[in-house]
């Protein structure tokens, strides 16, 4: 269980993050989501320890930060990169070994990973000698390889191809399993969706929105309504009665006013389109993240974690 | 502790195993050597042809005489005079300024190596050699030595005395330099063998501190640019990284030094060659280290807030002038190694260890220097270890522009 309660970090005039709280219970997945520059990346810093918060606190399973614990955390930063010349397995024993775990351990468990992942040939190779998805496995097995309580990953599934992004998944789901509190931040709303037990929603360093996917989708209702289309989409945009609008090739959807029915926007576009499908139901992640903080570049456009 | 040997275990393993390493590992004495001793080498060469001298003798008695000292008493290897001098002029009638002209078209067209030209009476004056090539310090020591001689013995002559009487008025000298240790005992050391060895002494040290200094902040860059450092200091606390790269990197200096030793002590047996006795070296081995120490923690303070290769080659190359000093010292510290600049000079940091490279073959310090020295350095290292610690702190989570100097001395300060 890792507790985040009310913290703050300042860098010279940027408020990064700015009163953030949210608990991870073991055996749940929290995804932390949030425009380019909100602060997602800091409050990771702050919760293991790279920065200092300026105000308020972490706990890990009740207690405070001791060098147990960093032995208990597996870290996937964002920006990635190995050290390129060196061999899988020596970087792997290397992380391993700065989490405190012994060579002979992190020897078979490294070779287990790799083997899993398919890189079982390559514990001789030299990191720059592997494609960079291999290279973000190798990451992603020196995250995990400790067996670490605690697993934080920023955005894992960025520059990952569909089957590997597959891989990844089914990996978080098993580690999930195995009682782990699991921290994954990212852009891409369906997978946040799809994968979060809880989340939080940050904007310009404060936590918008959280709560179980369910709690917060259902605190926007059900009015949203769904649509399948052959036709020119554009049309949509100008219908009245309804507040967002996310547009797709054969797709779209619609946020209504309240006190608008669907029948209302229906009888308005159905002249125009040759409707397929119509749905109401409660809004994607996608669109309440819209709704919320604008465009998804919208937010602060400076790069996080600088000072 | 477990996780500072970590660290120190990567970047030894990872360092011994690279090229560069292994290059800089075989290279550096070969430069050494190459430096020190080709230049001499290649100065005592002897002449591969013989060579033609003229000479302009407005006098006409000296020409002859010279002529036949230079051709007799040198000879190549091939058993071929070393020398073959001919007469340009000589005699009372002599226009010399024509005679010079001529000499001159003589050499342009390499007909004759150089020419010299005598005073007009064949008593003291000024002789010129005149050549293209003017850097043969060997010629020109020659024809003075033999010009003296003539000279000399036509003035014995010209007072009535017996030619063999020179023989026995001229003082054959020569002064020979004789170190004597600290406690005034007379040490088998001669001016190359010292020049050397404190010149040896002083670039191993300055190799050895630029090349594991720029190791250093070379991994420190590496990991910022792969952000590799983010697991490391999630995984252990800076202080513990920067001990562990110390500590490696040191290890890595050692071994470097080791096999340098090695080599020496191999070529001072084949050699018959002693260059420096133990309490030298022991002593020092430990301002070997202390440098070392010193020079690693302003290379991770330098190095630390900078991002790119480049900025580190500018910082690396300012690090090199403050280190390369102490060489340009060498020679009016072999001449005085007493001089009150010399002995402050050793009491700043940063020059402490070159210094007493330098010094410590040439002339034995007092102990309260060595000492005092010691001392200050200690108090250098944990000072400047505090320091980059500071820097290295924030410097290793910074990404883009590199802080300004300002910036960092605020980091230093808050701690």
């Given at each position: 269980?890792?507790?985040?309660?009310q913290?703050?970090?300042?860098?010279?005039t940027?408020?990064?993050?700015?009163g953030?709280?949210?608990?991870v219970p073991?055996?749940?997945?929290?995804?932390?989501?949030?425009?380019?520059?909100?602060?997602?990346?800091?409050?990771?810093r702050m919760i293991?320890?790279?920065l200092?918060?300026?105000s308020?606190?972490?706990?890990?399973?009740?207690?405070?930060?001791?060098?147990a614990?960093?032995?208990?955390l597996?870290?996937?930063?964002?920006?990635r990169?190995l050290?390129?010349?060196?061999r899988?397995?020596?970087?792997?024993?290397y992380l391993?070994?700065?989490?405190?775990?012994?060579?002979?351990?992190?020897?078979?468990?490294?070779?287990?990973w790799?083997?899993r992942?398919?890189?079982?040939d390559?514990?001789?190779?030299?990191?720059?000698?592997?494609?960079?998805g291999?290279?973000q496995?190798?990451?992603?097995?020196g995250?995990?390889?400790?067996?670490?309580g605690?697993?934080i990953l920023?955005?894992?599934?960025?520059g990952?191809?569909p089957?590997?992004?597959?891989?990844f998944?089914d990996?978080l789901?098993?580690?999930?399993q195995?009682g782990?509190?699991?921290i994954f931040?990212t852009h891409?709303?369906d997978?946040?969706?799809?994968l979060s037990?809880?989340?939080?929603?940050?904007?310009?360093?404060?936590?918008?929105?959280?709560?179980t996917?369910?709690?917060?989708?259902?605190?926007?209702g059900?009015?949203?309504?769904?649509?399948?289309?052959?036709?020119?989409?554009?049309i949509l945009?100008?219908?009245?009665?309804?507040?967002?609008?996310?547009?797709?090739?054969?797709?779209a959807?619609?946020?209504l006013d309240?006190q608008?029915?669907?029948?209302?926007?229906?009888?308005?576009?159905?002249?125009?389109?040759?409707?397929r499908?119509?749905?109401l139901?409660?809004?994607s992640?996608?669109?309440?993240?819209i709704?919320t903080?604008?465009?998804p570049?919208?937010?602060?456009?400076e790069?996080?974690?600088?000072? | 502790?477990?996780?500072?040997?970590a660290?120190a275990r990567?970047?030894y393993?990872?360092?011994?195993?690279s090229?560069?390493?292994?290059?800089?590992?075989l290279v550096?004495?070969?430069?050494?050597?190459?430096m020190?001793?080709?230049p001499t080498?290649?100065?005592?060469?002897?002449?591969?042809?013989s060579?033609?001298?003229?000479?302009?003798?407005?006098?006409?008695?000296v020409a002859g005489?010279f002529a036949?000292?230079?051709?007799?008493r040198?000879?190549l290897?091939n058993?071929?005079?070393?020398y073959?001098v001919?007469?340009?002029?000589?005699?009372t009638?002599?226009?010399v300024?024509?005679?010079?002209?001529?000499?001159?078209?003589?050499?342009?067209?390499?007909q004759?190596?150089g020419?010299?030209?005598l005073g007009p009476?064949?008593?003291?004056?000024?002789?010129?050699?005149?050549s293209?090539?003017?850097g043969?310090?060997?010629?020109?020591?020659?024809i003075e030595?033999?010009l003296k001689?003539v000279?000399?013995e036509?003035?014995?002559?010209?007072?009535?005395?017996?030619?063999?009487?020179?023989?026995?008025?001229?003082v054959?000298?020569?002064?020979?330099?004789t170190?004597?240790?600290?406690?005034?005992?007379k040490e088998?050391?001669?001016?190359?063998?010292v020049?050397?060895?404190a010149?040896v002494?002083?670039m191993?040290l300055?190799l050895l501190i630029?090349?594991?200094?720029?190791?250093?902040?070379r991994?420190v860059?590496?990991?910022k640019?792969?952000?590799i450092?983010?697991?490391?200091?999630?995984?252990?606390?800076p202080t513990?990284?920067?001990?562990?790269k110390?500590?490696?990197?040191s290890?890595?200096?050692?071994?470097?030094?080791g096999?340098?030793?090695?080599?020496?002590?191999a070529?001072?047996?084949?050699f018959g060659?002693?260059?420096?006795?133990l309490?030298?070296?022991?002593?020092l081995v430990?301002?070997?280290?202390?440098g070392?120490?010193?020079y690693?923690?302003?290379f991770?303070?330098?190095g630390?807030?900078?991002?790119?290769e480049?900025?580190?080659?500018?910082?690396?190359s300012?690090?090199?002038l403050?280190?390369?000093?102490p060489?340009?010292l060498a020679?009016?510290?072999?001449?005085?190694?007493?001089a009150?600049w010399?002995?402050?000079?050793?009491?700043?940091p940063?020059?402490?260890?070159t210094?007493m490279?330098?010094r410590?073959?040439?002339?034995m310090p007092?102990?309260?220097?060595i000492?005092?020295?010691?001392?200050?350095?200690l108090f250098?290292?944990w000072?400047?270890m505090?320091?980059a610690?500071r820097?290295f702190?924030?410097?290793?989570?910074?990404t883009?522009?590199?802080?300004k100097i300002k910036?960092?001395?605020?980091?230093?300060?808050n701690g």
């Amino acid at each position: 269980m890792l507790s985040v309660q009310q913290l703050k970090k300042q860098f010279t005039t940027l408020i990064a993050v700015d009163g953030v709280s949210f608990d991870v219970p073991g055996g749940s997945i929290f995804g932390l989501i949030g425009p380019n520059g909100a602060g997602k990346t800091t409050t990771i810093r702050m919760i293991l320890r790279i920065l200092e918060p300026d105000s308020g606190t972490v706990t890990y399973d009740g207690a405070g930060f001791t060098e147990a614990t960093r032995n208990n955390l597996g870290y996937l930063p964002e920006e990635r990169g190995l050290y390129k010349k060196s061999r899988l397995i020596d970087t792997l024993l290397y992380l391993a070994e700065l989490r405190g775990m012994a060579r002979a351990k992190a020897r078979s468990e490294a070779t287990r990973w790799l083997q899993r992942l398919g890189l079982g040939d390559s514990l001789q190779r030299r990191t720059d000698e592997l494609s960079k998805g291999n290279q973000q496995k190798v990451q992603f097995i020196g995250a995990v390889l400790h067996n670490p309580g605690i697993v934080i990953l920023d955005e894992p599934f960025s520059g990952l191809d569909p089957v590997n992004q597959n891989v990844f998944k089914d990996i978080l789901l098993e580690l999930k399993q195995q009682g782990k509190a699991i921290i994954f931040s990212t852009h891409q709303m369906d997978q946040a969706e799809r994968l979060s037990d809880s989340l939080c929603l940050i904007n310009k360093g404060r936590a918008v929105l959280s709560g179980t996917v369910r709690d917060v989708k259902k605190r926007y209702g059900k009015n949203s309504l769904h649509i399948e289309f052959d036709g020119d989409g554009g049309i949509l945009n100008t219908v009245t009665g309804v507040h967002n609008v996310l547009l797709y090739e054969h797709e779209a959807e619609l946020e209504l006013d309240a006190q608008v029915t669907p029948r209302d926007i229906i009888a308005q576009i159905n002249p125009r389109l040759d409707l397929r499908k119509v749905e109401l139901r409660e809004p994607s992640l996608h669109s309440i993240f819209i709704q919320t903080v604008g465009a998804p570049d919208a937010g602060s456009a400076e790069k996080e974690g600088q000072a | 502790m477990s996780k500072i040997l970590a660290v120190a275990r990567w970047e030894y393993m990872e360092k011994v195993k690279s090229k560069i390493f292994l290059i800089g590992l075989l290279v550096t004495p070969l430069i050494m050597v190459g430096m020190g001793v080709l230049p001499t080498l290649f100065v005592s060469q002897q002449d591969e042809r013989s060579k033609i001298i003229g000479v302009i003798d407005p006098s006409g008695r000296v020409a002859g005489p010279f002529a036949e000292r230079m051709q007799n008493r040198y000879t190549l290897k091939n058993h071929q005079p070393n020398y073959v001098v001919i007469p340009l002029s000589s005699g009372t009638g002599t226009d010399v300024e024509e005679a010079v002209q001529d000499a001159n078209a003589r050499v342009a067209h390499d007909q004759i190596d150089g020419y010299v030209v005598l005073g007009p009476d064949g008593r003291d004056s000024i002789v010129e050699y005149r050549s293209k090539v003017i850097g043969d310090f060997a010629i020109a020591a020659r024809i003075e030595e033999n010009l003296k001689a003539v000279l000399a013995e036509q003035r014995v002559v010209s007072l009535g005395l017996d030619p063999s009487i020179l023989q026995q008025l001229v003082v054959k000298l020569d002064v020979r330099m004789t170190k004597l240790s600290q406690k005034g005992e007379k040490e088998e050391a001669g001016f190359e063998r010292v020049f050397l060895s404190a010149y040896v002494f002083l670039m191993m040290l300055f190799l050895l501190i630029v090349t594991s200094g720029q190791m250093l902040v070379r991994s420190v860059i590496e990991e910022k640019a792969n952000r590799i450092v983010e697991v490391l200091v999630s995984s252990c606390s800076p202080t513990e990284l920067m001990a562990g790269k110390v500590l490696g990197l040191s290890g890595l200096g050692l071994t470097q030094m080791g096999f340098w030793s090695l080599i020496g002590v191999a070529a001072s047996l084949q050699f018959g060659m002693n260059l420096i006795d133990l309490s030298q070296a022991l002593l020092l081995v430990v301002y070997f280290i202390l440098g070392y120490l010193f020079y690693a923690a302003i290379f991770i303070a330098a190095g630390s807030p900078l991002n790119t290769e480049q900025e580190a080659q500018q910082i690396t190359s300012y690090l090199v002038l403050l280190l390369i000093l102490p060489i340009v010292l060498a020679l009016p510290a072999m001449k005085d190694p007493g001089a009150t600049w010399i002995k402050v000079l050793t009491f700043i940091p940063f020059l402490t260890p070159t210094m007493m490279a330098l010094r410590i073959p040439i002339q034995m310090p007092a102990l309260w220097e060595i000492l005092l020295t010691v001392v200050i350095m200690l108090f250098s290292i944990w000072g400047g270890m505090v320091a980059a610690g500071r820097i290295f702190r924030i410097g290793i989570l910074m990404t883009g522009k590199s802080p300004k100097i300002k910036e960092i001395l605020r980091w230093i300060k808050n701690g």
